[in-house]
């Protein structure tokens, strides 16, 4: 058990209304990632963080923010939720043997 | 840019048989690490099998191996003695060694059904 939690863990929103994710790990670890995940693409990077206040984007980002001031958090943003964003979310950290990904339950987020 | 493909989006397969997911990659890096998830009805997604560019030997774990062929960049799953509790999607990434982040990339993935 990698310790990752997701907040909410569902959610129903209308579009242009703003959405936050948090994700939460107990592990320290420095890489943190934001995945959505739709079928027939698999899993898609939005954002990545590798530390406190550092964040990058991934190759899915446009409509997305994110944000991490706690080694523990990292928050992603819809600042106005459209219905393309309806997806799944994952969050992820890096660690293990292989520094392979251990992934959190995922959010289904619904945008009508 | 890297790649990942998988051009099975769906299989099936007889309770106790073996099945190959298959997976192709692109990438330019010289070093690279693949990997291979499962991830169940219920949603999550469970780390299975790592082979490195440079490892020797394909990879294995339990009933999971990874057939490897560095030349033809493919990195196929082989289950042996599929059980009931494989039918799952089954997705192929990829990591580049040389990026700064561990950037993983992932597949569309294959959806196994083990029918008993």
């Known amino acids: 058990d990698a310790g990752i939690t997701q907040s909410p863990r569902h959610k129903v929103t209308e579009t242009g209304t703003p959405v936050t994710l948090r994700c939460h790990q107990t592990?320290?670890?420095?890489?943190m990632y934001w995945y959505r995940q739709d079928p027939g693409h698999g899993l898609r990077l939005i954002h990545y963080s590798y530390g406190v206040k550092d964040t990058d984007k991934g190759e899915v980002s446009d409509g997305y923010s994110v944000s991490r001031s706690k080694t523990e958090d990292f928050l992603l943003t819809l600042e106005s939720a459209t219905s393309s964003q309806t997806s799944v979310y994952f969050c992820a950290i890096s660690g293990g043997f292989y520094n392979e990904q251990f992934f959190g339950p995922g959010t289904r987020l619904t945008v009508l | 840019a890297q790649k990942i493909t998988q051009t099975q989006p769906g299989m099936f397969v007889q309770e106790k048989e073996a099945v190959t997911l298959d997976c192709t990659y692109d990438t330019s890096d010289p070093s690279y690490g693949l990997f291979w998830y499962k991830q169940p009805s219920s949603g999550e997604m469970i780390f299975l099998i790592y082979q490195g560019s440079y490892d020797q030997q394909n990879a294995t774990e339990g009933r999971y191996s990874l057939n490897f062929q560095k030349a033809r960049k493919s990195a196929n799953l082989v289950i042996s003695a599929s059980q009931l509790g494989d039918s799952a999607m089954y997705f192929c990434a990829m990591r580049e060694e040389e990026t700064s982040y561990d950037k993983v990339i992932f597949g569309p993935g294959t959806s196994l059904s083990v029918i008993p």
């Open positions: 592990e320290n670890h420095r890489y």
